[in-house]
């Protein structure tokens, strides 16, 4: 595909003004049964900038070069070097392999001048449930929309999940039967995200499992077994940000997952291989690469597409505090964007709390844009790009709509939003880069 495509994509999420979520279409996708019943109000109530009504456009290639990224990370984190080197940094728990490669990994992406560049990867990624949820509700703004959303298999995503996690059972327990499912949390109904873990005990009562929403504080280890409420437990869907299962009250859970008594996913040594920000370090490292075997293809896909990313420590704090302003600061133990500063906002007061905890600096690379409409004004926010992954391959892409330093789901307009990448966006495009033929009662 061209850069002309490029161009053109890029030019529908300036000037594209389509809203393409159907609200009765969402109701219906985020309410099909009595357990989720209220989870729209709730939503509207409690975070109405969950969603976005405007759809990010995103060119194929771009999307080729994401999948040819992820698939470079793979080729590292197989390798014996990188794995040794990684388990290195992570306490002894990371070290126990089950089996599990874990659900829901995130490669979170800007789109830089140079094409996608990746900024993070989550072990715990939020969202695919309530990104499959608004695909469901996608309505077609013009009839060379409609062509992408007759593309779209939701219910084929939403098999995928399930499959995914009876892999992830068969991965550790081999021929058993999976029969229950705990999403479990810290406080999981005061979490953010807690509408989408009601759509997944849904989920999970649809495909025959028993399910339940349980805080870790509810989990007891005895005599072999993980139970919740009293009820056995397979397998642990694990929303904790205790990656590592060190705090008290991950007490019995970790117990269970060291004994092999329970199936964690995610779990601490998947943690370990992918979402330590210092892995962003060697990604960037060609040398490094390079000396452990890693091809030269991979080496040459991964420094055109990670950010120069160098570990803050005592020998460079002088260095990057001058340089401040080409960088973004990360915890090395971070996630959800806390304690994370872009340079150009850094004061000295928070650049002293960063001696506190490992971070790492991010050569910064300005996320492109999409243009929404609110309260009838033209306004410019923020975007980045999130592949859902299992396994190395690519289940789902959503994008993140925001203003401000980090995705923060607090924007009027923002949220998360639906890509279309399924056909050549120049067929979706007219005259000045405007959206093609719109029907006059939905433009």
Not at 353 to 358: H, I, K, V
Request: charged share 25%.
């Amino acid at each position: 595909m061209s850069v002309d495509t490029i161009t053109l994509a890029e030019a529908l999420n300036r000037n594209c003004h389509c809203i393409t979520v159907d609200k009765n279409k969402l109701i219906r996708a985020l309410e099909s049964s009595p357990i989720t019943a209220g989870v729209y109000a709730s939503i509207l109530r409690d975070r109405p900038n969950l969603f976005s009504a405007s759809p990010v456009f995103l060119a194929r290639v771009h999307l080729d070069r994401m999948q040819a990224v992820i698939r470079a990370v793979e080729r590292v984190v197989q390798s014996e070097p990188f794995r040794a080197w990684a388990l290195a940094l992570a306490p002894d728990i990371a070290h126990l392999d089950h089996g599990p490669r874990g659900v829901f990994l995130g490669y979170d992406f800007h789109l830089g001048h140079e094409g996608p560049q990746l900024i993070e990867i989550d072990t715990n990624a939020g969202g695919g449930l309530l990104n499959a949820s608004l695909a469901r509700a996608q309505e077609a703004c013009c009839s060379e929309v409609a062509a992408q959303l007759r593309g779209a298999h939701v219910d084929a995503v939403e098999e995928h999940f399930v499959t995914m996690f009876h892999e992830e059972w068969r991965r550790q327990r081999r021929g058993a039967p999976l029969r229950s499912i705990a999403i479990v949390d810290d406080r999981p109904e005061h979490q953010y995200l807690y509408p989408e873990f009601r759509l997944f005990q849904e989920l999970f009562h649809r495909a025959g499992l028993a399910a339940w929403i349980v805080d870790r504080r509810a989990l007891t280890h005895h005599e072999g077994a993980l139970r919740a409420d009293g009820q056995p437990v397979d397998l642990v869907y694990n929303r904790l940000t205790d990656f590592f299962l060190r705090d008290a009250d991950s007490a019995a859970l970790h117990a269970a997952y060291e004994a092999g008594d329970v199936v964690v996913t995610p779990n601490p040594h998947v943690y370990a291989l992918y979402a330590d920000k210092r892995h962003l370090t060697v990604l960037s490292d060609a040398a490094r690469l390079r000396a452990w075997g890693i091809p030269p293809d991979v080496v040459d896909e991964l420094i055109a597409s990670v950010p120069p990313t160098r570990l803050v420590d005592s020998t460079r704090r002088d260095e990057l505090w001058r340089a401040r302003r080409d960088y973004f600061f990360k915890p090395v133990d971070g996630y959800g964007g806390k304690a994370a500063y872009r340079g150009d906002k850094l004061t000295r007061g928070a650049w002293a709390t960063t001696e506190q905890r490992p971070y790492v600096a991010q050569q910064l690379v300005p996320p492109s844009q999409r243009t929404v409409q609110v309260d009838g004004r033209e306004v410019p926010l923020k975007l980045d790009v999130r592949n859902y992954v299992y396994d190395g391959q690519v289940q789902l892409v959503a994008a993140r709509l925001y203003e401000g330093q980090l995705t923060n789901f607090r924007t009027t307009g923002g949220g998360f939003a639906p890509v279309f990448t399924e056909v050549d966006v120049r067929s979706l495009v007219g005259p000045g880069g405007d959206c093609g033929t719109r029907d006059e009662d939905r433009s």
